[in-house]
Structures are given as structure tokens and as C-alpha cells.
């Protein structure tokens, strides 16, 4: 509650969520460029006036749009005892850089902005904590759905419209992403449900992309279902003997793309029996991603997100609501 004292200024921990960034970031721009706060409560502890908000409002700006650090941080403290150019505008004899800009996010939380800001810049240790963040103020599916997913995909929008300028922001949020989803992933405890098999989640042959499948799992995991994430590009017979290896309750297939969803392997795995004559158990089949799109799925589930498929699998798997590890305000 003490975040933000009238008349005190912002701590640093407020300050880093406002500008989506670190607070080691912020000492580390006192520390070397003298961007620090002009005054400290009791000698001791950092109180940011609007004036140094607007400061690191600029310097966040500028080091966003490809000018170097210490260059963007002479800029700064400029532009603030100056008349001229507003803070957080780059003179016109600043260098134009050509690293990329901002993303176009769209209405979308504000922790999704500053995962944004901060993947733009390469901050890693910001981007890391930035997600542990939101997992744990959120859950998985919150986290996933409302700031992991529209950061990823205004990545993609503007690797795709800028050539290969963004690829190494797409990188770097790619792996810090799947990182926090398999850190907040607890072990796997035994099964819940006696003789029920786990939720088998794979993509299909020749698809790659596994971020989807990784938030799935985790959001199982944490709700108490057992899994098995077999990851990308899981060939056919690969997936057809591990359905019948371990008779799952469930099947969770991937494509992002037209391309990578085939019916013929949809429907045979859907298909599949296992167990003693006259016991026999048969998987449900969920389809999920882009891929399948327009497709005809008869027998098997659509869900429409995170949410839905999470809903379907624990409710398939009768999982006790009391188990959702996740955080209480994100199940409210």
C-alpha cells in the first residue's frame, strides 16, 4: 500500500511495473548513468519524483527504438533541463537507429506492454520477471491467455511484416516464456484416478510450435491432472504406440497451420481401443490450434482457448476443484 505516497513519489518496485522493467534495471541505470532518484526517504530508500518518472519514461523510450543505452541516458537527463525537444524525443542529431520499435499490442493488460517493452529491448532478467510475475498474481491460464500470448503474437505480426528485424526479440520471448511455463509446472504426482491414464499432449507431424501445448500443461499439472508432453512434430506411429502404451484419458493435438493438421492421424488416433474384450477403453480426442480451422472434426473437441480446453480435460479427468493450485484471484 505504501507503493505510491503522496507528495513521496513511487518506490522502485512501483516504478519498475509502471515502466516494464527490472528493478535491478533501474539500479543498474543509477549506477552507471546517474539516472537515480533526486532525492532518498531517510537517506536510505529511493522515492521517484515525476520528474525522474519522466526521465526513465524517456530512456526506456529511446533504448526501445535501438539507441544505445548510454547514449539514450545523456539524452534523457537533456531533454529534461532543456527547452527544446520534449523528454523522450530523440533530437535530430541523435543517430536514427534501425532496431525495432514498439509493438502494436492493441487494448491488452498493461503487464502484457511491458513484457513487450522489455522483450524489445533484450532484457531477459526484466522479461523473466515480468512472467514469474504475472503466473503468480494470475495462474497460467490468466498469464497465457491475457499477456504471454497477445506479446507472442505481436511479435510474429511485425517479424512477419518487418522482415527478419524482430526475429531475435520472437527468440528471446519464445524461451523465456517456455522457461517460466516449465518452472511453474509442479511434479508430477501419481494419478488421481485409478485407471485412468494421463492427458497425452502432442503436435502433430512436421509442427513445431509447442508454447500452446506448454501452458496447457502446466495449467493441468497445477489443476492435479497427470500429463505427457511429447512436445513437436511427434511422428505417427510414435503417437499411435504411446496411446496405446499408456491408454490415456485424453489426446491433445497441435497444428498451427493447415498444413500440419492431418484428419487421417486425428481420426485413427481417436480410434484407437486398448484394454481387456469387453473393457475396452477409448481416448477423447481434442484438436487444438489454428490448423483445424474450418476442418470437419465430428467426434472430436474444439476448444476455443486455454480456458475451455482446461475446463473439458479436468472435468474429463475428474479432478477435484479444491486441487487448482493455481492463485486464488485468478480463479475468482
Known amino acids: 500500500m505504501d507503493d505510491e505516497v503522496p507528495g513521496a513519489g513511487l518506490t522502485t518496485g512501483a516504478l519498475a511495473r509502471r515502466l516494464g522493467v527490472s528493478p535491478t534495471t533501474l539500479r543498474s541505470w543509477d549506477r552507471r548513468y546517474g539516472l537515480g532518484p533526486a532525492a532518498r526517504a531517510d537517506g536510505r530508500h529511493r522515492r521517484w519524483t515525476p520528474d525522474d518518472v519522466a526521465v526513465l519514461e524517456a530512456m526506456c523510450r529511446l533504448t526501445s527504438s535501438g539507441v544505445p543505452p548510454a547514449e539514450a541516458a545523456r539524452t534523457a537527463r537533456t531533454a529534461r533541463a532543456d527547452t527544446g525537444p520534449p523528454v523522450g524525443r530523440t533530437p535530430a542529431t541523435a543517430p536514427r537507429s534501425r532496431a525495432p520499435g514498439a509493438l502494436p499490442l492493441g487494448d491488452v493488460r498493461q503487464e502484457c506492454r511491458g513484457l513487450a517493452r522489455a522483450a524489445v529491448r533484450l532484457d531477459a532478467q526484466a522479461v523473466e520477471e515480468q512472467l514469474d510475475g504475472v503466473i503468480t498474481e494470475y495462474g497460467i491460464t490468466v498469464a ?32 523465456q516464456v517456455s522457461t517460466a511455463l516449465r518452472r511453474h509446472t509442479p511434479r508430477l504426482g501419481p494419478p488421481g484416478t485409478p485407471g485412468t491414464g494421463p492427458v497425452l499432449l502432442a503436435c502433430a507431424p512436421d509442427e513445431q510450435h509447442t508454447l500452446p ?56 488416433v481417436a480410434g484407437i481401443e486398448w484394454g481387456v474384450r469387453g473393457a475396452r477403453g477409448q481416448t477423447l480426442m481434442m484438436l487444438g490450434g489454428p490448423g483445424w480451422t474450418g476442418r470437419s472434426s465430428h467426434g472430436m473437441l474444439r476448444p476455443t482457448g486455454l480456458a475451455d480446453a482446461l475446463d473439458t480435460l479436468t472435468a474429463a479427468y475428474g479432478t477435484e476443484p479444491g486441487r487448482d493450485l493455481t492463485p486464488a484471484r485468478a480463479r475468482a
Open 144 to 175: 497465457w491467455q491475457d499477456v504471454m500470448a497477445p506479446a507472442l503474437h505481436a511479435v510474429g505480426r511485425k517479424w512477419v511484416s518487418s522482415g527478419d528485424r524482430y526475429i531475435e526479440v520472437e527468440h528471446l520471448l519464445s524461451w
Open 213 to 268: 501445448l506448454e501452458a496447457l500443461n502446466a495449467a493441468l499439472v497445477r489443476h492435479g491432472v497427470p500429463t505427457r508432453m511429447f512436445g513437436s512434430a511427434v511422428p505417427a506411429d510414435a503417437l499411435t504406440a504411446a496411446v496405446r502404451r499408456l491408454g490415456p484419458a485424453a489426446v491433445v493435438l497441435w497444428s498451427q497451420s493447415r498444413a500440419t493438421a492431418g484428419l487421417p492421424l486425428a481420426r485413427h
